[in-house]
Every structure is written in structure tokens, then in C-alpha cells.
T-cell receptor, first 114, second 113 residues
């Protein structure tokens, strides 16, 4: 399996622009997670889906952030409008009940908002 | 509310040493515990997963133990190598929410030749 795939790997954008991050989970996994990592705050869970349904979005910082999972093999995290404080590394992870919910992470997207 | 603590925050050791990384959690009612490794600028790599009914798991030079009653887990690395240098994170999940992981802040390990 190719593992969790994220794109783009790096994104540089100007404040106010819309940013869309993409994730393809491991085939067969039914849970998908979006995390954000910064030096100041460490690793934060933003939102997670189970069977394509959002279960917990309490970590989404503001209404500027939204996430969708239209099918079992694709998810997006959108920031609109972006702000410099959104600069971070965003990780996607997936898991399945069949593997005791062991989470597998993607390589991350490094976002820089100028 | 579950809280996960890792001590020490940073560790620097010479190559060849056996070492122990510690993870503590406040609520002993866990579903599983997972140890991860993160290299600089990279994602997290799952090292070991211990189910709540297990006491330890081993993979190569790594051995993770779990003592639920005391709220502790240790990751033992035998014969450390410079390639082991990374940040190690532990995370626990709850039996009431098996999907969601609560992460510790990590131990940054440096193994020098």
C-alpha cells in the first residue's frame, strides 16, 4: 500500500487566499484525521471522520476552516481566507477498526501564509 | 480529561547505550497506547501499538511496556544508534472513543557517535 497520500507537500500563499489541502487515506481504512503541528502548540487534532461522516470537529479553530470527505478515498481541508497564523504543518492520518485503530500518518503539507 | 506526559523532554546519549523513554497518562481507562517516531520535517511513523489487555510489544530493538494501573508506559531502545535520533511521541485512546488519540508532547532523542 502507498500509505496515506497528501498533496501538496508544500504550499506558500498570501494572506487572504484560499488554501485547499488534500488527503487520500489508506485503502480500507474507515477513519480519517486532520492534524496541525506547530512549534508553539504541538500536534492538534482538528477534525476526524468515520465512514465519511464528521464525528468531532471541536479542534477546528475557526469558521475559516472547513473539511469534507466526499468518499472513502478522498478528503479536503480548506482554509478561506488564510492568515499568517495558519502557517503550520498539516497532517492527515487514517485508521481502521480491523487494526485496532492504529493510526498511520501522511507526510504532511507545510503551509506558509505570508 | 486524559492528559499524557512524556519525560524527559530531551535526551542526548552516546551510541550503544540502552535507553528508556517514559510516558504517563492520568486516566487508566485506555483502549490502546501507540508509540510514534517523528524525524525532523517528516510525518509520524507508528512504531508499536499496545492494546489495553497487553503488557508489552516488541519490534526489533524496541520494546514497549504498559502498566495501566499506574498509568505508565515505557519505550526501551536497545543498543541505540545515531539513526534512532528523532522525536518519540506516545498517544492513548479511550474505550469510549477508540478513534481519537491524545498525544504527549514527545521526547527529543539525540544519539551521537
Amino acid at each position: 500500500d502507498a500509505g496515506v497520500i497528501q498533496s501538496p507537500r508544500h504550499e506558500v500563499t498570501e494572506m487572504g487566499q484560499e488554501v485547499t489541502l488534500r488527503c487520500k487515506p489508506i485503502s480500507g481504512h474507515n477513519s480519517l484525521f486532520w492534524y496541525r503541528q506547530t512549534m508553539m502548540r504541538g500536534l492538534e487534532l482538528l477534525i476526524y471522520f468515520n465512514n465519511n461522516v464528521p464525528i468531532d470537529d471541536s479542534g477546528m479553530p475557526e469558521d475559516r476552516f472547513s473539511a469534507k470527505m466526499p468518499n472513502a478515498s478522498f478528503s479536503t481541508l480548506k482554509i478561506q481566507p488564510s492568515e499568517p497564523r495558519d502557517s503550520a504543518v498539516y497532517f492527515c492520518a487514517s485508521s481502521s477498526a480491523g487494526s485496532y485503530y492504529e493510526q498511520y500518518f501522511g507526510p504532511g503539507t507545510r503551509l506558509t501564509v505570508t | 480529561k486524559q492528559e499524557v506526559t512524556q519525560i524527559p523532554a530531551a535526551l542526548s546519549v552516546p551510541e550503544g547505550e540502552n535507553l528508556v523513554l517514559n510516558c504517563s497518562f492520568t486516566d487508566s481507562a485506555i483502549y490502546n497506547l501507540q508509540w510514534f517516531r517523528q524525524d525532523p520535517g517528516k510525518g509520524l511513523t507508528s512504531l508499536l501499538l499496545i492494546q489495553s489487555s497487553q503488557r508489552e510489544q516488541t519490534s526489533g530493538r524496541l520494546n514497549a511496556s504498559l502498566d495501566k494501573s499506574s498509568g505508565r508506559s515505557t519505550l526501551y531502545i536497545a543498543a541505540s544508534q545515531p539513526g534512532d535520533s528523532a522525536t518519540y511521541l506516545c498517544a492513548v485512546s479511550s474505550p469510549y472513543n477508540t478513534d481519537k488519540l491524545i498525544f504527549g508532547t514527545g521526547t527529543r532523542l539525540q544519539v551521537f557517535p
